[in-house]
């Protein structure tokens, strides 16, 4: 009885985990490559996306500099301004202001600091203290800095290029203030998926344009931000957790004219195709499972059943009870032979018996 509860209660579920496996584990090892795969080619495209759009931010920037800053040294190799005659000089700096109307103020300032044009007409003021100014009177072929206007509460962009003629000594410098107006919401108006933007900082880590004016409004400091950290030290796509315990991914750029760019999207958002991709294979591993379960149950029952039986009959035939019926013999299958030896064993054994009782019962003959 032991050996048929053995068979009873072991040769099913070693079927059933046997069928389970060897329909799942492909399957699963096929998904886990596939997932692997997937989630390459997903990390690899967002990079891709961040990098398009950081790239695309920064040569818009570099060529919205340059084109400013181009105009601005030819202006200041004309006669007009080479004269410091500050009569000379406003025509040429109001003419500047009327043709690139994104410039609210054009000005020369002499060696000293000291304002000569202006392009408003309004009273000569002491630049000398300014940074741009003095970046110019040091030597540099260039000056730029952003601040917030006064008058609209906006960030502003100054810049400046000395005022010489070549091979002569320095005179002064000429300079440009213009709204940011366009380029801030050429930045803030990038989309990337859900919740991806891009933000601009200068070169001391303070925003120029952002998503939340606040933000830009008080040149917020962000010199700290992980993405700015980041391509300090020679990195430029990380992966980091905000302040608010945000999974992000993000990438920075540096312009060529020192500023940085950087463009961000949260985790969930830029990886979330992985995760249907997840969903799906594991939906398809769980329906998978189920079937290869209900097939197993109906199969290894069909299997089962019949060994359970013959078996039971075997152990009846070994008991001496020769008389049990034999099922399953007209099956074409494995189980059909074993039923069908087993029958053939009875019917030995049964005959054998009666050759055995016959000789019993005969009287022995005299010798």
Do not use: C
Request: charged share 20%; aromatic share 8%; no cysteine.
């Amino acid at each position: 009885m032991a050996e048929t509860n053995k068979i009873k209660f072991g040769i099913f579920p070693k079927m059933l985990i046997a069928m389970a496996l060897i329909a799942v584990v492909p399957l699963a090892i096929t998904w886990y490559i596939n997932l692997q795969s997937t989630t390459n080619r997903i990390h690899e495209h967002v990079n891709q996306q961040l990098d398009r759009v950081a790239d695309g931010l920064v040569s818009y920037v570099d060529t919205w500099v340059e084109m400013n800053l181009r105009m601005l040294q030819q202006n200041s190799a004309l006669p007009q301004i080479l004269s410091m005659d500050p009569s000379q000089q406003n025509i040429l700096l109001k003419k500047i202001t009327d043709v690139y109307n994104w410039n609210y103020l054009a000005f020369t300032v002499d060696k000293e600091g000291q304002n000569i044009g202006r392009s408003d007409g309004k009273k000569t003021k002491y630049y000398g203290d300014r940074h741009y100014v003095q970046t110019v009177l040091h030597g540099a072929s260039r000056g730029q800095q952003v601040l917030i206007g006064k008058t609209s509460g906006k960030p502003s962009f100054v810049l400046s290029v000395p005022i010489q003629e070549p091979n002569k000594p320095l005179q002064g410098v000429l300079a440009i203030a213009m709204t940011i107006a366009d380029l801030s919401e050429r930045v803030t108006q990038v989309k990337i998926g859900e919740t991806g933007y891009a933000f601009l900082v200068d070169e001391n880590g303070r925003v120029i344009a952002h998503q939340t004016p606040e933000f830009t409004k008080t040149r917020k400091d962000m010199s700290d931000h992980p993405a700015a950290v980041a391509i300090s030290k020679g990195l430029e796509d990380i992966i980091y957790t905000n302040e608010n315990g945000v999974q992000m991914v993000a990438t920075a750029r540096k312009t060529h004219y020192g500023w940085y760019l950087v463009a961000e999207q949260t985790y969930d958002d830029a990886f979330s195709e992985i995760d249907a991709a997840n969903r799906k294979a594991l939906i398809l591993l769980g329906a998978t499972l189920a079937f290869v379960v209900l097939v197993a149950l109906l199969l290894s029952r069909g299997f089962s059943i019949p060994i359970q039986r013959l078996t039971t009959i075997s152990e009846e035939i070994s008991r001496g009870k020769i008389s049990s019926q034999i099922s399953y013999t007209n099956r074409k299958d494995e189980i059909g032979a074993l039923a069908r030896a087993i029958d053939r064993l009875s019917t030995s054994i049964r005959l054998a018996m009666k050759r055995l009782r016959q000789g019993i019962k005969k009287p022995a003959t005299a010798v």
